[in-house]
């Protein structure tokens, strides 16, 4: 005993903290106070935070040799009952574990700050309204509130065993594909100005990082099956609302898939026909959008899809072609020259990201198709050199000048890399070779001359300073 109190009582996490979590759901129901809501949800993620740390403790052998990180050392003093999570193999109930307790209060704070994430609820005509509260139109508090609630939600599954993960893991993932769902949600009326297409909400990128890690940790027993099952379910689900009749930005959608199929097990990506072919749809449809930075967004998801060998055949089949389409207008044709040069700021993104991409399916092909992608890529980034003197540098405005470098950088990057392959392709190629090797003189010359030029002013900056300092003792 301290101070007439046991250990135990204090510590039994079972028995006191999911009334705490009771009253701080009412308080977020009853309170509009957003600071009040804030500390409400501040107090469950300390208690999280407390749960999974005696989780910790009582799954290791301290508490039964009494070598608790403490000052207590007596063994009659030593905390009888920790609580050891576990939650769910005699299900979720109400009332009597932490995890319900834990997913009210989420559900209390999500759909307080945004009544449209229950789209079950607003299908009634008395409560349709509140579907025009946009959380758009919420201050950053709101927004902070939703951010909050998502990051308790995702790591409420540590507080239960394998069976009640699954029990919780729909409704998870329901709120979750709510949240994704209004953001994709193009709001007319909305006071805020309009986002660019493909941005990314507070809400939409906690969402989507919620999403990646609940896709990333797969179960290790029996219950596999199920969650991928559960999994597949999800990303089907967010495709589905492509269909929808609202309006909506489908690169917040195409993000979210390929958020999750970047992590999730292999049978979850491919395990569903229906959904992968969905997906490639989506994803040629925001190759071709017309918006620069849907393209480069969408090129960027292909990248991360193309480095997963485990998953990456299919995609590369279907999609393959398609980003090289991105970049065969600039780079075939008699007027190459020319377009390089009146290339936008606004398109050099997409052209960086699509050679990346294209350098990816390179370090990912087996030795038949490499030689092939290998020419494809050298002879692509040649067409782009647009500078072999300096009266041409001088001509170039600021974006043709950074395509010119950047095919410079690549085309450093890709001989070294692929050594054998580069020089059988500028053998074949004479006028690339001598192309190449112009501008990389020009690039010498550059380089020597920007030496000189610092050099110089070394030296000038120098003899200021002695002229200055012997100023000082005259």
Known sequence: KNNGIKHENVIDLGLFQPLILYLNSRLILTRDNLA????????????LDAARCSIRINASEDIENGNLPSPVTNSDERPK???????????????????????????CVMVRQMPQINSAQMKSKSLAPLHMRRFGRLPVESA???????????????????????????????????????????DENSVVPDLPPGHLTTVATTALQALRNLASTPPTDATLSSWVTMMQSALY?????????????????????????????????????????????????QLNSEHPQIVSKTLQSLSSLFARRDINGPFISSLGRDVFNVVRPLVTGDDVLTKVKDISEEQLPVVQDAFKALEVLVTVADEKRKFSLVSLLT????????????????????????????????????????????KQVLASHPTLKKRLENALLFQSSRQVQAQQVAKAKAVAETKVGVSLLIGCYI
């Open 36 to 47: 009040t809501q804030q500390l409400c949800v501040d107090c469950a993620h300390a208690i």
């Open 81 to 107: 009952k920790l609580y050891s999570g576990g939650e769910g193999d005699d299900g979720i109930g109400q009332g009597t574990t932490l995890t319900f307790a834990m997913m009210e209060l989420c559900l």
């Open 144 to 186: 902070n509130l939703i951010r909050s609630g998502i990051q308790l939600l995702v790591n409420v599954p540590s507080l239960c065993s394998s069976n009640g993960r699954l029990i919780i893991l729909p409704s998870i993932l329901y709120l979750i594909i709510g949240f994704i769902r209004e953001s994709a949600r193009v």
């Open 237 to 285: 689900s967010i495709l589905l609302l492509c269909d929808g009749e609202y309006r909506k930005d489908e690169c917040v959608l195409m993000l979210s898939c390929v958020v999750l199929a970047s992590v999730a097990p292999r049978q979850v990506v491919l395990g569903h026909r229906e959904s992968f072919h969905r997906l490639v749809r989506l994803i040629r449809g």
């Open 379 to 422: 002879q692509s980034l040649c067409r782009l050199l647009c500078a072999t003197t300096a009266d041409e540098w001088r001509l170039l405005s600021q974006p043709a000048r950074r395509v010119h470098e950047f095919a410079m950088q690549r085309l450093n990057a890709v001989a070294p890399a692929w050594p054998t392959e580069f």
